[in-house]
């Protein structure tokens, strides 16, 4: 079956994830607080590359050498979408229908196809879709297109 956890690199995963957290509800939202704190809690930002880096070394380490067979890739990319899909989805149409509550201009149709098709890093001035964060969905999504393919590399 699969590879045991190893415990360690969740617990750092966790404390990242707190850290984006704190990123994101106290510097991103305005909230004011001490110069201080905004300048420690302003560079909490590399907790997501460390989370990504910690996530990336988990699946390896989850799925080395399960993923030998279509059915394997298909169940695993089904899996990864539906993990990330429904928050992404969510945001979207919060992002949209908050667009409309504040009278600005809705977002065309090819630019939500873009994003909702996850497609919208392939499209130059496009690579970060239509959400805050596209970036960071834009690396996720980037890395499980290839990661079934690292497996089969000996």
């Known amino acids: 079956m699969g590879a045991e956890r ?13 850290g984006v957290v704190f990123f994101h509800v106290l510097y991103l939202s305005g909230i004011p607080i001490h110069s201080v704190g905004m300048a420690l809690v ?9 989370f990504f880096v910690l996530s990336a070394f988990s699946m390896a380490h ?5 993923l030998t067979g279509i059915e394997a ?42 994003t ?3 497609l919208f890093p392939f499209v130059p001035g496009k690579h970060d879709g239509l959400i805050g964060g596209g970036l960071v969905y834009r690396r996720r999504m980037d890395f499980l297109r290839v990661f079934p393919f690292f497996d089969s590399i000996d």
């Not at 190893?6 to 707190?18: E, K, Q, S, T, Y």
């Not at 302003?42 to 460390?50: A, C, H, P």
């Not at 990330?84 to 939500?112: E, H, K, N, W």
């Open 6 to 18: 190893i415990h360690g690199p969740d617990v750092l995963r966790g404390i990242a994830a707190i």
């Open 42 to 50: 302003g560079r909490f930002d590399f907790f997501v590359r460390i």
């Open 62 to 66: 989850a799925y080395y050498s399960r």
């Open 73 to 114: 890739m298909r169940n695993f990319y089904l899996k990864r979408f539906f993990r990330i899909a429904p928050l992404f989805y969510f945001v979207l149409l919060f992002g949209v229908l908050y667009t409309i509550v504040m009278g600005r201009s809705v977002p065309g149709g090819f630019d939500l196809l873009l």
């Open 116 to 118: 909702t098709s996850f």
